[in-house]
Structures are given as structure tokens and as C-alpha cells.
């Protein structure tokens, strides 16, 4: 089968990362190789990136810096990791990708959204994923659920106040209607495992049947 590669965004605790695991066990099931990875990280060089960016120690950093650093780490996995996989027939499974840039930089941060659509670009050699699934929920419920769920505070990114993340949000919902056919929202709001099963019958409708 044809390899693909498909993206996951939405805000922290919107249960994005739960439902990517069930779809991956899913598609192996279906006798598909996938493989699995997380943005900022995936290579060495990412996960060093990943640490400096998520750090609570990292409150300092700016917007600018923040930006280039997410495109340092992505530029490193397309190059090292993604484009290989897809050329060996894989189904790649990304948590986060460029949308997560624009979405969190752009509206979240205010930064210009030509320049970081422009980084984007550079990072990744202008690779795009076949699909890209956007868990909407409310931010509210998203942190209520992620305060559950994790004992220790959170790490920096986490810890942006409500407002940054309804900018994201918000900004989640803009890229999902100037993209229709890329971009596939999935209503989150709902238990996990019903949430994944929503992603799996999405993925199956859009590339297995």
C-alpha cells in the first residue's frame, strides 16, 4: 500500500495523543507499517530541542526564539527520519506538525503568519502531510482534563493561560476552513475511546476503503 503520512494537532489535553496510539495499533493490525513520532523531537538533535522548549526553567525565551527553534527541530526529523520512512512505504503518524507552528506562534503568539508559512516551508522542504486531524475541544476542558490526568504542574507550553490557548484554538478552526481538504476536524469533547474510534473511522474513510 501507498505510504502516507498523516498529522495530529489540537490543544494540550484535547486526547490527541491516546487516540494516535489506538490508530496505530489499528493500522498494524491491518498489516501496515507505521511508525510513530512527536514534534518538537524524534531525533536526537529534536529531543535536545524538545527539552530546551518545554523546560519551565525556558520562561524567558521569546517568541522569535521559540519559533526558530520548532523549525530547527522539525527541519532535522523530515530530513532524517520522515522522508526516509515514506520512501520505504511506511505510514508515518505525526503528534504535531507545521499547523502547530502557525496555530501556537501565529495566533497563539502574534508573530507574522507569512514569515513562520515561509519557515515552514524551508524546514521542511515543502513536505505536507496527506491528511492532518485537528481534536477540537473547548481549552477549558482540555486543562481540566490534563490537571486529571498529570500531577506535576506542566511544562511550559502547558502552562500558557486559557486566553493563549483559545488563540490556538481558534486558530486550529481558521486553518481547518481555509484547508478543507487537508485538514479534518474531530469533535473531542467526547470519552477517549470514543474519540479514537471517531479518528479511526475517519482515517479509514479517507484511505482504506
Same mark, same amino acid.
Given at each position: 500500500?501507498?505510504?502516507?503520512?498523516?498529522?495530529? +494537532?489540537?490543544?494540550?489535553?484535547?486526547? /490527541?495523543?491516546?487516540?494516535?496510539?489506538?490508530?496505530?495499533?489499528?493500522?498494524?493490525?491491518?498489516?501496515?507499517?507505521?511508525?510513530?513520532?512527536? +514534534?518538537? @523531537?524524534?531525533?536526537?538533535? @529534536?529531543?535536545?530541542?524538545?527539552?530546551?522548549?518545554?523546560?519551565? !526553567?525556558?520562561?524567558?525565551?521569546? *517568541?522569535? =526564539?521559540?519559533?526558530?527553534?520548532?523549525?530547527?527541530?522539525?527541519?532535522?526529523?523530515?530530513?532524517?527520519?520522515?522522508?526516509?520512512?515514506?520512501?520505504?512505504? !511506511?505510514?508515518?503518524? =505525526? $503528534?504535531?506538525?507545521?499547523?502547530?507552528?502557525?496555530?501556537?506562534?501565529?495566533?497563539?503568539? @502574534?508573530?507574522?503568519? $507569512?514569515?513562520?508559512?515561509?519557515?515552514?516551508?524551508?524546514?521542511? @522542504?515543502?513536505?505536507?502531510?496527506?491528511?492532518?486531524?485537528?481534536?477540537?475541544?473547548? *481549552?477549558?476542558?482540555?486543562?481540566?482534563?490534563?490537571?486529571?490526568? $498529570?500531577?506535576?504542574?506542566? !511544562?511550559?507550553?502547558?502552562?500558557?493561560?486559557?486566553?493563549? /490557548?483559545?488563540?490556538?484554538?481558534?486558530?486550529?478552526?481558521?486553518?481547518?476552513?481555509?484547508?478543507? +481538504?487537508?485538514?479534518?476536524?474531530?469533535?473531542?469533547?467526547? *470519552?477517549?475511546?470514543?474519540?479514537?474510534?471517531?479518528?479511526?473511522?475517519?482515517?479509514?474513510?479517507?484511505?482504506?476503503?
Amino acid at each position: 500500500m501507498t505510504a502516507r503520512f498523516l498529522s495530529f +494537532e489540537g490543544v494540550d489535553g484535547s486526547g /490527541k495523543s491516546t487516540a494516535v496510539s489506538r490508530l496505530a495499533r489499528y493500522l498494524e493490525q491491518q498489516g501496515l507499517t507505521v511508525l510513530r513520532l512527536r +514534534e518538537p @523531537g524524534g531525533t536526537v538533535i @529534536g529531543e535536545q530541542i524538545r527539552n530546551l522548549l518545554l523546560d519551565t !526553567d525556558s520562561r524567558g525565551m521569546t *517568541p522569535v =526564539c521559540e519559533l526558530f527553534l520548532y523549525a530547527a527541530s522539525r527541519a532535522q526529523l523530515v530530513q532524517e527520519v520522515i522522508r526516509p520512512a515514506l520512501r520505504r512505504g !511506511d505510514w508515518v503518524l =505525526c $503528534d504535531r506538525y507545521t499547523d502547530s507552528t502557525l496555530a501556537y506562534q501565529g495566533y497563539g503568539r @502574534g508573530l507574522d503568519r $507569512d514569515i513562520i508559512e515561509s519557515l515552514n516551508r524551508t524546514a521542511t @522542504g515543502g513536505l505536507l502531510p496527506d491528511r492532518t486531524y485537528v481534536f477540537d475541544l473547548a *481549552p477549558e476542558e482540555a486543562e481540566r482534563r490534563r490537571q486529571s490526568r $498529570d500531577q506535576e504542574a506542566g !511544562d511550559r507550553m502547558e502552562l500558557e493561560p486559557v486566553s493563549f /490557548k483559545q488563540a490556538v484554538r481558534q486558530g486550529y478552526l481558521e486553518i481547518a476552513g481555509r484547508q478543507p +481538504e487537508r485538514v479534518r476536524l474531530i469533535a473531542a469533547q467526547q *470519552p477517549a475511546d470514543q474519540v479514537a474510534q471517531l479518528l479511526i473511522q475517519q482515517v479509514r474513510e479517507d484511505f482504506l476503503q
